[in-house]
């Protein structure tokens, strides 16, 4: 395991948002979905694709909260511009997300 120092950690822009919108993306390697994402006024809406379909429905994820990284570079994915990362716990090909457990504002801060 590298560690991480304080400095490189604070660098890492986890924030609260509300799934605004979900569709299906057949286009993509692994089954996915395509998630809008509000991040409140600060930061705005937010595209990425999650490889979520094995816990969660469109129906499911709709106005979920969740936590995601919205300070790395936008990547190609199929053809999709993802502009963040969902984090969430992995357990072999299921990915259960992160969310807070109580509503909060869109785009405040994790520590």
């Known amino acids: 395991m590298n560690n991480l120092s304080w400095e490189d950690f604070v660098k890492v822009e986890m924030r609260v948002g509300t799934i605004i919108h979900v569709e299906t993306f057949p286009e993509?390697?692994?089954?996915?979905?395509?998630?809008?994402?509000?991040?409140?006024?600060?930061?705005?809406?937010?595209?990425?694709?999650?490889?979520?379909?094995?816990?969660?429905?469109p129906d499911i994820l709709l106005g979920k909260q969740i936590v995601a990284v919205v300070n790395f570079p936008?990547?190609?994915?199929?053809?999709?511009?993802?502009?963040?990362?969902?984090?969430?716990?992995?357990?072999?090909?299921?990915?259960?997300?992160?969310?807070?457990?109580a509503k909060v504002k869109n785009g405040l801060k994790i520590l």
Do not use: W
């Open 28 to 57: 993509a390697r692994n089954p996915s979905f395509k998630l809008h994402i509000d991040f409140g006024e600060s930061i705005g809406i937010k595209k990425t694709s999650a490889q979520i379909t094995r816990l969660y429905t």
């Open 74 to 101: 936008p990547k190609q994915i199929a053809n999709f511009m993802s502009e963040c990362l969902v984090l969430g716990v992995v357990n072999e090909d299921e990915v259960t997300l992160l969310q807070p457990d």
